[in-house]
């Protein structure tokens, strides 16, 4: 039975403006269980030839008929697929990966078979080669007839019904040259078809057949012994089951640990080129923390100054065409009173603002002064941390009563106790029965450098007004606020008798909602600014991938080839560079990660930043820097998987 039949093949090279016709119409055909020798000097068209027939190259003309069937015109992958199942090769430079032990070389093509196969059945295959208890040892640690042994282990992997052998005793000594042709022979008498390329007589002279060519034809064909009777039973022996197709996690842990060797091996380089990804990832992840740590805390002061706050302000009346101030519009308690009657209104206080020196013993300090009234903790989360706030009670009776803030009590009593405590404002007397939590300072005015005394006691005793400066209406819920502006402005133009025509600027209400929506959407604004500046880096750091990787592939084409030459299809290769390109933007991303949440922490801590670290950042930032790893790998994987064969076996 014919394995192999060629008919009128031919091959050319363009080399410039020459053209240069390696193979000249060759015609033959292999019978199945043969030993063929193909010899002939350099350039005689013998290498290339074989090359041919192990389907790493494509005839220019002609037809190849493998197995009885036409593989002249197949795709790369189809091809892929026929040195798979069907051919073993022997390189001359035995083309072992360094990186992995002698037992991983021969199992390397069954991770493209899909064959149920693990390392035991490797193990026996060195054993059978004699290599069994040199099956841990890398390459570096053997001779070149024991390279060569593993080589010939690697090729039988399969099970393949034809072996390709290019000069398998080139680089060998005498004594490893006669191992490696008794292992050759003995795989001959097992069914197998061995075609073998050589320079050598002596070699050539043990084949059965030997075929010898010259300036790309076949000078002389001799059979040197009679072609064995092969039963079928010998020649095709049962092969081992295969895995489901599909999504085989198994092949894709491979590829996984093989990317992991490859990229250790090179350490420096590979955290090289992680640098950019990890500097960008906790880049974003700080920028990130302090942004949304700064909406946060602007978020935290606007809800201290109180939750669906409205603050009615006195405006201008238009009198004689002109807006002017007026006491027309001047605010009072009994406008609060009318106000705290309105329907989806929980809490109504009135504030008097003024300054004054605060004196205790023989110290002073000027100060804000606010007079309010008792619901004023409750509308503005300012429940008293020492102390109480004062009552109603205190508050019709017009109380020297005071309650300040942490500044005020830091400038009069240091580190003493304030309660009970006699102090002069304006060189009125007030006793302090509590002190206000802190609350920090907003813009440039320090928050808790106020005190804070009933309304009549403010009007009457320390400012002499009869009016107040505001009124602050909180509203029962968000969704009321804006019925309860309304209505607000409608019963404050009844009060004060203002036609519709002139009291559209009477009054004015500051609606505290929409100012933290505002700023909120500021801060947000800002910290997606920060952020995407810091994204720029991970940009950089996936170029500096693409490099790397790109380089990669230039550095490790022999070994491209090699898988493809074992039954490597083009998505496999694809496979193995992006899962290595997504390996290191993923590890970078994690660091950087664990870095940028370091960062923020130590900024809290260091700087008082106020910083928030949430859980979506941080994936964000991650699954981004795999997906720059993406981004940036798939061209260097493309690359490597549109390599020819053997032109990258060719490559130095």
């Known amino acids: 039975m014919s394995m192999i039949e ?46 041919i027939l192990g389907l790493l190259d494509v005839p220019s003309d002609g037809s190849y008929r493998l197995l009885d069937r036409e593989v002249s015109g197949l795709s790369e992958d189809e091809l892929a697929i026929l040195r798979r199942d069907k051919v073993g090769f022997i390189f001359q430079q035995f083309n072992l990966l360094p990186r992995m032990s002698a037992v991983e070389n021969v199992a390397l093509p069954l991770l493209y078979s899909k064959k149920e196969q693990g390392l035991e059945g490797s193990l026996k295959l060195l054993e059978q080669v004699g290599l069994g208890s040199r099956a841990d040892h890398q390459p570096n640690e053997l001779s070149g007839g024991q390279q060569q042994r ?75 012994a009679p072609l064995p009777n092969i039963s079928k039973s010998s020649s095709q022996e049962s092969t081992p089951p295969t895995r489901a197709e599909g999504i085989d996690w198994k092949e894709y842990s491979e590829f996984f640990k093989q990317g992991m060797k490859t990229l250790w091996a090179s350490k420096v380089r590979t955290f090289l080129s992680m640098l950019g990804i990890l500097i960008g990832v906790a880049a974003v992840v700080t920028m990130l923390a302090l942004g949304t740590g700064a909406q946060k805390a602007v978020e935290e002061q606007l809800t201290s100054l109180g939750s669906n706050l409205l603050v009615l302000r006195p405006g201008a009346y238009r009198i004689g065409g002109i807006m002017q101030e007026s006491s027309v519009t001047r605010l009072t308690p009994e406008d609060a009173t009318a106000i705290r009657g ?67 009590a830091r400038e009069l009593f240091g580190e003493a106790s304030p309660l009970g405590e006699m102090i002069k404002l304006n060189k009125v007397i007030f006793q302090v029965i509590g002190v206000l939590p802190e609350k920090g300072a907003s813009g440039f005015r320090d928050q808790d450098d106020i005190i804070i005394i009933p309304t009549s006691t403010a009007m009457r005793r320390l400012f002499g007004k009869t009016y107040v400066d505001n009124i602050e209406i ?75 990787m790109l380089v ?49 922490i ?22 981004f820097s795999a997906a720059i790893g993406v981004a940036f790998g798939i061209y260097p994987a493309r690359k490597a998987s549109l390599r020819h064969p053997i032109e990258a076996l060719r490559y130095e």
């Open 6 to 51: 060629v008919s009128r093949l031919t091959k050319e090279y363009t080399m410039g403006h020459n053209v240069v016709q390696a193979l000249k119409g060759v015609s033959l055909s292999i019978e199945e269980g043969d030993f063929v020798a193909i010899m002939g000097p350099s350039g005689s068209g013998k290498s290339t030839l074989m090359q």
């Open 150 to 224: 593993v080589a010939i282990a690697r090729s039988l992997v399969n099970r393949p019904r034809l072996i390709f052998a290019d000069e398998p005793t080139g680089n060998l000594d005498s004594k490893s040259e006669i191992e490696i042709m008794e292992t050759l022979h003995r795989l001959n008498d097992q069914g197998i078809t061995i075609v073998i390329v050589t320079h050598a007589e002596e070699i050539g002279q043990q084949a059965k057949r030997l075929i010898r060519m010259r300036d790309g034809e076949i000078q002389s064909d001799v059979r040197n």
């Open 342 to 408: 309105l329907p989806n209104v929980s809490a109504v206080v009135t504030v008097v603002n003024g300054k004054a020196q605060a004196t205790y013993q023989n110290k002073n300090w000027n100060t804000q002064v606010q007079g309010t009234t008792p619901s004023y903790p409750s509308m503005h989360a300012a429940e008293p941390v020492i102390g109480r706030f004062f009552t109603e009670d205190e508050e019709q009776k017009r109380a020297r009563v005071a309650v300040i803030g942490v500044t005020v």
């Open 474 to 548: 909180q509203a029962a819920n968000a969704e009321s606020t804006a019925l309860v502006e309304k209505m607000t402005l409608d019963i404050m133009r009844e009060r004060k008798r203002i036609p519709p025509s002139r009291g559209e600027d009477a009054f004015t209400i500051r609606n505290m909602a929409d100012i933290q929506a505002a700023l909120s959407a500021t801060s947000k604004t800002m910290s997606m600014l920060l952020a995407s500046i810091a994204a720029i880096s991970l940009v950089v750091g996936g170029i500096g991938i693409m490099n790397i």
């Open 552 to 600: 990669s592939v230039t550095e490790r084409t022999k070994e491209i080839g090699l898988r493809k030459a074992i039954g490597a299809k083009r998505s496999d290769i694809l496979l193995q560079f992006l899962i290595e390109s997504i390996a290191i933007s993923a590890f970078g991303g994690l660091i950087g990660v664990i870095l940028g949440c370091a960062a923020s």
């Open 602 to 623: 130590l900024l809290s801590q260091v700087a008082g930043w106020a910083v928030s670290i949430s859980i979506e950042s941080i994936l964000v930032s991650f699954f």
